[in-house]
Structure formats: C-alpha cells, structure tokens
T-cell receptor, first 113, second 111 residues
C-alpha cells in the first residue's frame, strides 16, 4: 500500500506570496491532519479534516487554511507569506477506527525569502 | 505551544547499549504515541498506547503508558546504528482531540 504523498517536496517563495501544498493520504484513510515543524517550535498541529469538513483546528492565524476533497486528498494554503512561515509542513492520515495512529508523509520544505 | 516535556534532548550512546527516554506532562492524556524521524523524512509511528499502565513492545522497542496518564517512556534495547534519529512522543489530551508533540530526543549511536 502506498504511503502518504506530499507535493511539492521543496518550495521557495517570497514574502507576501501565497502557497498551496498538496497531500494524498494512504488509500482508505479519510482523516488528514496538517502540522508545521520548525526547529524552534517543534511539531505544531494546524488542522484536521475528515469527510471534507474541518474537524479540529490548532492555534494558527487565519492565513493558514485547508480543504479536503471527496477522494480524501487535502490541500493547505498559506496566504501573505511571512519569513516565519519557513518550515517543514507535514501531512498525516489515519483510519476512522484509529484516529490517533497517524501516518506521516515526507513533508514539504517551504522556504520564505 | 507544546505541553509535553520530553527528555533527554539528546543522547550519545555506544552500539549495543540500551536507551531510555520519557515524556511528562501536567495534563492527562488519552493516548501516547512514539515516533521516529529520520532527516528529510516525516515521522514514522513506532508504538501506540491507549490504556494507563499499558506496556507494548515492537521488536527491540518497549513503551509504557504511565499509570497517572501524564507520562510515558520508550526503551530501546541493544541499540544499532540505524536507531539514529529523532524520537518524538505524542499524545492527545483527554479533553481535546488535537495531537501534541514533545520536542524530540536526538539519538546518536556510535558503532
């Protein structure tokens, strides 16, 4: 079974731009969560989607948004990028019956200059 | 911010030695999970714990869910070079569904 895939793997943007990251969960997984990982703050929860609905949200500004499609694929968008948004963005998927056993993708490394 | 205190921050050990790391919190958790992350990759789930007192093994790895539900530990026996990486604890609070992660323990194994 293929794992979680994320595209692109690397991205360089400038301040003020916006960016969209994509995540394809493991087949059969309907829950998708997004995390931001930085050296200073570690892994921080952004939001979780299930059946195309945002089920949970972390403590991030409204510039961070996401959505989930009917095939469970998910995208996250960051608008008006700031230097501090530079991070590894990780997507994780899980089964309905085991919501806390999350399987992570390789991440998208975003650099904002 | 993080609500999990993970220690130690880093460990340098000799191949063949046993390793122990732990996570503590002032809050009660419903689940505890342990992940390993290699450079340039996402975290990989090692062990999931769902009940206070639960002790679970995965090969040379053993983890326990603390009785108070506020802590967990991970042991690695007879370490090998491929154990190198960053180990994270994670859990979800009893009154919240989102996951919290520890800051990680960076393990270096010298052959």
């Amino acid at each position: 079974k293929a794992g979680v895939t994320q595209t692109p793997r690397y991205l360089i943007k400038t301040r003020g731009q916006q960016v969209t990251l994509s995540c394809s969960p493991i087949s059969g997984h309907r829950s998708v969560s997004w995390y931001q990982q930085t050296p200073g703050q570690g892994l921080q929860f952004l939001f979780e989607y299930f059946s195309e609905t945002q089920r949970n949200k972390g403590n991030f500004p409204g510039r961070f948004s996401g959505r989930q499609f009917s095939n469970s694929r998910s995208e996250m968008n960051v608008s008006t990028l700031e230097l501090g948004d530079s991070a590894l963005y990780l997507c994780a998927s899980s089964l309905i019956g085991s919501p806390y056993e999350q399987y992570f993708g390789p991440g998208t490394r975003l650099t904002v200059t | 911010g993080q609500q999990l205190n993970q220690s130690p921050q880093s460990m340098f050990i000799q191949e063949g030695e046993d390793v122990s790391m732990n996570c503590t919190s002032s809050s009660i958790f419903n689940t505890w999970l342990w992940y390993k992350q290699d450079p340039g990759e996402g975290p990989v789930l090692l062990i999931a714990l769902y009940k206070a007192g639960e002790l679970t093994s995965n090969g040379r790895l053993t983890a326990q869910f603390g009785i108070t539900r506020k802590d967990s530990f991970l042991n690695i026996s007879a370490s090998i070079p491929s154990d190198v990486g960053i180990y994270f604890c994670a859990g979800n609070l009893y009154n919240n569904n989102d996951m919290r992660f520890g800051a990680g323990t960076r393990l270096t194994v010298k052959p």
